[in-house]
C-alpha cells in the first residue's frame, strides 16, 4: 500500500522482490489526482490492470510512456498487480504537471530473491 497525501508518497521507498508478485495499492488521500509511474520497469503484468484514465494529465512525459503507471482520482484507490523480473533500484514519481519537482517521488527496490 502506498498513500499519496500532501504531494508525497508515504512511503517513500517500497522493497519487493524479483520473481514475486506484488499486489500495489495506491490510495490517493489528496484532493487532486495523482499516480505513481516508472519509466523502464522490467516486469511482467499478473492481473487486471485499469486502463489509463481518459483526460489524466500526464503533463510530464512528453509522449514518452511509463512502463508502470497507476493512476488514483482524488480520494480512490487504485491496484495494480505486476511480477518485477529484474533487481535493481527504480525511481517513481508523479506525472502531473509540478507534482515530481514539489517531491512527489520515491524509491522502488526491487531485491534479488
Ligand atoms: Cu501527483
Do not use: R, W
Request: hydrophobic content about 40%; glycine content about 10%; proline content about 7%.
Amino acid at each position: 500500500m502506498v498513500k499519496a497525501e500532501a504531494l508525497k508518497f508515504n512511503p517513500e521507498t517500497i522493497e519487493v522482490t524479483a520473481g514475486k508478485p506484488v499486489k500495489l495499492t495506491f490510495d490517493n488521500a489528496d484532493a487532486v489526482d495523482h499516480d505513481l509511474s516508472i519509466m523502464e520497469f522490467p516486469m511482467e503484468m499478473t492481473g487486471a490492470t485499469q486502463a489509463p484514465m481518459a483526460g489524466h494529465d500526464m503533463g510530464n512525459m512528453g509522449g514518452m510512456e511509463p512502463e508502470l503507471h497507476v493512476a488514483a482520482l482524488m480520494g480512490q484507490m487504485a491496484t495494480l498487480e505486476f511480477t518485477p523480473t529484474k533487481p535493481g533500484t527504480y525511481e517513481f514519481f508523479c506525472t502531473v504537471a509540478g507534482h515530481k519537482e514539489a517531491g512527489m517521488k520515491g524509491t522502488l527496490i526491487v531485491k534479488t530473491p
